[in-house]
């Protein structure tokens, strides 16, 4: 069945730092994929997406193209900042139409300045 | 424009109480999620809606758990015979449409039951 697996967290950097965080999905066809985050006490907002394979979603500098050969929808950003410091969710559509989506674990990201 | 916004946002209640939480999603979207997230944990589906069909239940997790929409806006997800178990933070999103739509969440709602 469809699935989205996130690298476990948390991930701790300093600021200034490049950051990734891996996610792999499996899928039927090509959904569109997600990445949100959640800011301490609030709820999730999207960050970005990607509507099919070789896109790149991009918001807040960070980068995530959607690679259908890997199956993969790694997030990443050259210089993370403080105010980064979040959760971060992988997330995809189940397939087979309907509605539900599958989101990740997710990733908790610390940045110390 | 206003976003998804609800209520309350923190609920402390002794077990065996109900509870209701309450969620305005954004004007004109047709559809409404309920997930449920606990401490550490990923988000796990509960129930959704989608205009005027019949919603799908099948995340909720026992038959404490009930929710409902009204006139295709505001819902109501009401928790019967609270356990601690059901402490959790209670998220509510909309979109425009199912599937391939970027959900919108409100900021959750705390409920702590002692």
């Known amino acids: 069945g469809d699935s989205v697996t996130q690298m476990e967290g948390p991930v701790t950097l300093s600021e200034e730092a490049f950051l990734t965080i891996n996610c792999t999905y499996t899928?039927?066809?090509?959904?569109?994929l997600f990445w949100y985050v959640q800011y301490p006490g609030e709820g999730l907002q999207l960050l970005l997406k990607?509507?099919?394979?070789?896109d790149k979603g991009s918001n807040k500098g960070f980068e995530a193209t959607y690679r259908k050969e890997t199956t993969s929808f790694h997030l990443e950003k050259g210089s993370v900042q403080v105010s980064d410091s979040a959760v971060y969710f992988c997330?995809?559509?189940?397939?087979?139409?309907?509605?539900?989506?599958?989101f990740g674990a997710g990733t908790r990201l610390f940045v110390k300045a | 424009g206003a976003g998804v916004s609800q209520s309350p946002s923190n609920k402390v209640t002794e077990k065996g109480k109900d509870v209701e939480l309450r969620c305005d999603p954004i004007?004109?979207?047709?559809?409404l999620y309920w997930y449920r997230q606990s401490l550490g944990q990923g988000l796990e589906f509960l129930i959704y809606?989608?205009?005027?069909?019949?919603?799908?239940k099948s995340g909720l997790p026992s038959d404490r758990f009930s929710a409902e929409r009204t006139g295709g806006s505001v819902s109501t997800l009401t928790i019967q015979r609270t356990q601690q178990e059901d402490s959790a933070v209670y998220l509510c999103?909309?979109?425009?449409?199912?599937?391939?739509?970027?959900?919108?969440f409100g900021p959750g709602t705390r409920l702590l039951v002692l």
């Open positions: 999103a909309s979109s425009t449409r199912r599937g391939q739509e970027t959900q919108y």
């Open positions: 899928a039927t066809g090509y959904p569109s």
């Open positions: 990607a509507t099919k394979a070789d």
């Open positions: 997330a995809l559509p189940k397939s087979g139409g309907g509605f539900k989506t599958i």
């Open positions: 004007s004109g979207h047709t559809a």
């Open positions: 809606f989608q205009g005027n069909s019949a919603p799908d």
